[in-house]
């Protein structure tokens, strides 16, 4: 199997405007996140509707595909962007451009979820510790939660704490129950990710604003990889100051 990673990329952002762009200790942040998961793919392309992206990769030797700006989704436009240059690739993995500190380790657990043929997604979960805060962690509607099947695979999605565990107060529910927190970073068969960008909005995505659950309102098989590695998004120039301390030491 051949695996191509794409990352969309914009310039527009509301809260860091040029955010692929910005600087990390002498490389523009979407150079650094190119760098993380070449080694572990076939062949990786940045997807953006910006001329200075464009630029900015070829610069440092990247390979770079121009997609609409009109497309509402990172998806759609990975999809484009598969079209244009994806041809001979059986899966793709789709990266998020402002996670720098991505861990290959990561990739190689996406990858793993496709050795099961009946398998149409993946994506990756984080168990949440005993020691996390319930307010903070595990009841924060940003960071969406997943339950799992015995296969690993995902039954539900949402921005809730779920499950429910009955007969104990809440404050102490992760000491008695594995929570995962959902990690955005995915994988599709090729065939998969042309079907899927062609599905209308289901209800439930439309209740939690998350995309994945119109998949499997659909009933395409959502298969989790677990890692241990905390994803460092960056959305916001604090962040990003946050981002560079941690650099230093990773």
């Known amino acids: 199997m051949k695996f191509i990673g794409i990352i969309p990329a914009r310039y527009a952002s509301t809260r860091f405007p040029g955010k692929p762009l910005a600087d990390m200790d002498g490389k523009p942040m979407i150079q650094r996140v190119y760098e993380q998961v070449q080694q572990a793919l076939d062949k990786v392309?940045?997807?953006?509707?910006?001329?200075?992206?464009?630029?900015?990769?070829m610069q440092f030797g990247g390979e770079v595909v121009m997609t609409s700006p009109d497309h509402k989704?990172?998806?759609?436009?990975?999809?484009?962007?598969?079209?244009?240059?994806?041809?001979g690739y059986d899966v793709i993995i789709n990266i998020q451009g402002d996670e720098p500190f991505i861990h290959r380790e990561q990739i190689e657990a996406l990858k793993e979820c496709f050795d099961s043929p009946e398998i149409d997604i993946a994506t990756l979960v984080k168990p949440f510790k005993?020691?996390?805060?319930?307010?903070?962690d595990l009841f924060n509607p940003n960071s969406p939660k997943v339950v799992l099947n015995k296969n690993r695979e995902a039954l539900y999605f949402s921005r809730s704490v779920i499950p429910y565990v009955r007969g104990k107060n809440h404050l102490e529910w992760l000491q008695n129950h594995t929570f995962y927190?959902?990690?955005?970073?995915?994988?599709?068969?090729?065939?998969?990710?042309?079907?899927?960008?062609?599905?209308p909005q289901s209800t439930l995505e439309l209740a939690e604003s998350l995309e994945q659950l119109r998949w499997l309102e659909n009933g395409y098989k959502i298969?989790?990889?677990i890692t241990q590695h905390e994803?460092?998004?960056?959305d916001t120039p604090e962040d990003m100051e946050r981002a560079l301390e941690f650099l230093r030491t990773f």
Do not use: M, P, W
């Open 223 to 225: 298969k989790a990889g």
């Open 73 to 87: 989704s990172g998806t759609d436009r990975c999809y484009e962007a598969f079209v244009k240059a994806g041809n």
């Open 231 to 234: 994803t460092i998004g960056i």
């Open 45 to 57: 392309i940045v997807a953006t509707d910006d001329t200075r992206i464009e630029q900015a990769v």
């Open 181 to 199: 927190k959902h990690i955005g970073l995915y994988g599709y068969r090729a065939h998969v990710l042309s079907e899927i960008t062609r599905l």
């Open 130 to 136: 005993a020691t996390d805060d319930f307010e903070k």
